[in-house]
């Protein structure tokens, strides 16, 4: 039973995990936090619940197709709420707000296309388990822990070993620097953006998975954990956000396993706070605040 | 280049401006019309419902069930009916403004609605005080008709079905001991669990475990896995229909193959459609059964399918016999407009023949009438027998 629990806490966790990328990229890059993002990821959702019961398509093309399409989310996003702000060097709170029209024009846009009703994906990968000695694991489960991961380390490698990736770390550390060096900053930004919202799209479809309730309003609850999860891995860090999920997603589960679930959200919050008294930079964040743009 | 930049960034804007216009305009729509000039002698009833929002499901079946009632009796001549629909949302702020308007401003003669027991709580209280009849047709939680005197429900309360469906069940799945979720921020489930766990003690059965969540709750498998661990031989939910099938579907998921027994938000076919084929097997009490041999239901159950183009659920069935008990009670009290009266004519109705069964009430204006217990079987609603 614990370490079934640990299971459950782990596929939760990785999700919010995958969510808090989005997040973490973007303030990495821009110092901004992107309001939209909960919305991109319930787009994410949509579309992904659309190609299997609409195209029957494999859940994997439906992971692919929702990633095409949160990019070019993000993209829009970039073109619309962020590069228009940031060409005219307003305050950093302005694309806060815009980014909040943003996730309400989106959030209306789903309700009105697909109502308020919860949907959910056909019981394609339910009802499949894998006994392993006492511990059960679900084909989903396997899927959302497989994919999660693999994003993470894939994402790990990217930004370590690629040029791209190198790009992308040296415009977080400073922009202006990484202007001088000769990269593209700007295309850099779009770059980050698209990717966030790339990964925050496959979020979403695997949130859908794991508990069948898509519907317009999910990415509110699920945006604000997302954020707790940046604060806690320490603001623009890339290992932090993924540790950080993965903490949130087992101190929920076990509230629930070994207290009461009315505190779920309570306890794991709680823990933020506590953690954060330990350490207010956040698990992997850096002692002094850098770049101070 | 800059100009054409400008252009483009002008043009977005703009674009984004008018579908954002659309979608706004578009919600605006979705609203009950203003009634309009009352038709000659007609009685105005004003309807509460959760027509938006995460139960809109069971206010829009009320609402189906009640136009199709009116129509029926409209067109017979005898009685004629005015209905003034208001969104509660859900909200119990919502239902007592919309209880507030029908009665001040739109000066109604009766209310049925509203969905949910927690609004009939808010708004009950109002309409007592203004002498104004209110009938809940989905109102099943304990004590809704303690209110006041102008507080009736035709609904079949679940201190009659949740007792009758663990007796059911409990002789015919040979019940032991049993494990409880429940939804606890919301009346009408934590009502539910407690008629429950009196019906459980009152059984002899034993209780595993209480696990609870909230509505719009997501993710069950903590609840879940302790649960399966604790091995017992059915589990009883008191829940919507929308967590309800949720819980069904990680329940199956994870491998629980044991009977599952809801409360009243499980007497849904959105519970079957949501859920697949993991709701096979669930067991809930009915006042209502789409497939008893009676004409008076096979009639409904054609005339609903012709207008709507689905099957009606309870809440339909409910709806449209609190519709015709309100005409007769109208018929009888001769009146349209006298509050009062009506409210005496109501209190006096019984042997009324109803596509619930025949039904009663009684002293405390709760309903008399006979129970069904259903499972689910071959994606369907079927009798337990």
Redesign the interface.
């Known amino acids: 039973?614990f370490l079934?629990?640990v299971v459950?806490?782990l596929?939760?966790g990785s999700t919010y995990a995958v969510i808090a990328l989005g997040y973490t990229l973007i303030f990495g890059v821009l110092n901004i936090v992107n309001m939209a993002h909960g919305e991109i990821f319930m787009i994410g959702a949509f579309v992904g619940l659309m190609l299997v019961t609409k195209f029957n398509v494999s859940i994997f093309v439906a992971l692919a197709g929702a990633m095409v399409v949160g990019a070019a989310l993000g993209y829009l996003l970039e073109?619309?709420a962020l590069r228009?702000l940031r060409r005219r060097e307003v305050s950093h709170l302005a694309p806060l707000i815009s980014t909040i029209g943003v996730s309400i024009?989106l959030e209306?846009?789903a309700?009105?296309i697909f109502g308020?009703?919860?949907q959910?994906f056909?019981?394609l990968y339910?009802?499949q388990?894998f006994e392993i000695g006492t511990l059960?694991i679900?084909l989903?489960q396997i899927i959302i822990l497989a994919i999660s991961f693999g994003l993470m380390l894939a994402l790990r490698f990217w930004l370590d070993k690629t040029k791209l990736g190198k790009s992308i770390r040296a415009t977080a550390e400073n922009i202006e620097t990484a202007g001088l060096l000769g990269i593209d900053t700007r295309k850099v930004i779009v770059l980050t953006v698209m990717l966030a919202s790339g990964l925050g799209a496959v979020a979403g479809v695997l949130?859908g998975l794991?508990?069948?309730?898509v519907e317009p309003t999910?990415g509110i609850s699920m945006g604000f954990k997302g954020l707790a999860v940046l604060i806690l891995g320490g603001l623009g860090n890339v290992t932090g956000a993924m540790i950080g999920g993965l903490i949130l997603g087992i101190a929920?589960?076990?509230s629930?396993?070994y207290g009461?679930?009315?505190y779920r959200e309570a306890v794991a919050f709680g823990l933020i706070i506590f953690l954060l008294f330990l350490r207010p930079q956040g698990l992997f964040g850096s002692q002094t605040s850098q770049g101070g743009r | 280049m800059i100009k054409m930049k400008n252009a483009i960034r002008k043009w977005t804007v703009t674009t984004l401006a008018i579908m954002f216009t659309v979608a706004v305009a578009g919600c605006g729509g979705s609203q009950s019309a203003a009634p309009g000039n009352s038709a000659g002698g007609a009685a105005k009833i004003g309807v509460v419902s959760f027509l938006s929002g995460g139960g809109a499901a069971y206010g829009e079946a009320i609402r189906q069930g009640l136009e199709l009632a009116r129509d029926e009796i409209n067109a017979k001549g005898k009685t004629k009916l005015e209905l003034i629909f208001e969104d509660s949302k859900g909200e119990k702020n919502e239902a007592i403004n919309a209880t507030n308007k029908l009665i001040h401003k739109d000066n109604v003669l009766a209310i049925i609605g509203p969905t949910l027991s927690g609004e009939m709580f808010a708004a009950g209280p109002i309409a007592s005080q203004a002498g104004v009849s209110i009938m809940g047709t989905s109102t099943t939680a304990e004590g809704i008709t303690d209110i006041g005197d102008y507080v009736f429900r035709n609904s079949l309360p679940e201190s009659l079905a949740l007792p009758n469906v663990v007796k059911k069940a409990k002789d015919k799945f040979s019940l032991k001991k049993v494990a409880v979720m429940y939804s606890n921020n919301n009346d009408f489930t934590v009502s539910g669990f407690k008629t429950f766990e009196q019906a459980i003690k009152d059984n002899g059965l034993e209780t595993v475990t209480v696990e609870t969540f909230a509505d719009k709750d997501t993710d069950f498998s903590a609840q879940l896995t302790k649960i399966a661990a604790l091995k017992p031989d059915a589990i009883i939910i008191s829940a919507l229909y929308q967590e309800a099938a949720l819980i069904l579907k990680k329940a199956r998921e994870i491998g629980i193959t044991i009977p599952i027994i809801g409360n009243n938000g499980f007497n849904s076919p959105q519970l079957i459609k949501l859920a697949g084929s993991a709701s096979e097997g669930a067991v809930v009490a009915s006042p209502w059964f789409p497939g008893k041999d009676d004409a008076k239901v096979k009639n409904f159950v054609a005339a609903f399918k012709a207008k709507y183009n689905k099957e009606p659920d309870q809440f339909s069935a409910q709806a449209y016999d609190a519709m015709y008990i309100m005409a007769d009670a109208i018929e009888k009290a001769g009146t349209t407009t006298d509050r009062k009266k009506l409210r005496d004519s109501l209190a006096t109705v019984k042997d009324f023949q109803g596509v619930t069964g025949k039904f009663a009430f009684d002293a405390k204006r709760n309903p008399a009438m006979d129970v069904t217990i259903l499972v689910v079987k071959d994606g369907k609603f079927t009798e337990l027998k």
Do not use: C, H, W
């Open positions: 039973m079934q629990q459950n806490g596929t939760l073109r619309v228009p024009f209306s846009l309700l009105k308020p009703q919860a959910s056909p019981p339910s009802g388990l059960k679900s989903i949130v794991a508990f069948n309730a999910m929920e589960v076990f629930v396993a009461s679930s009315s």
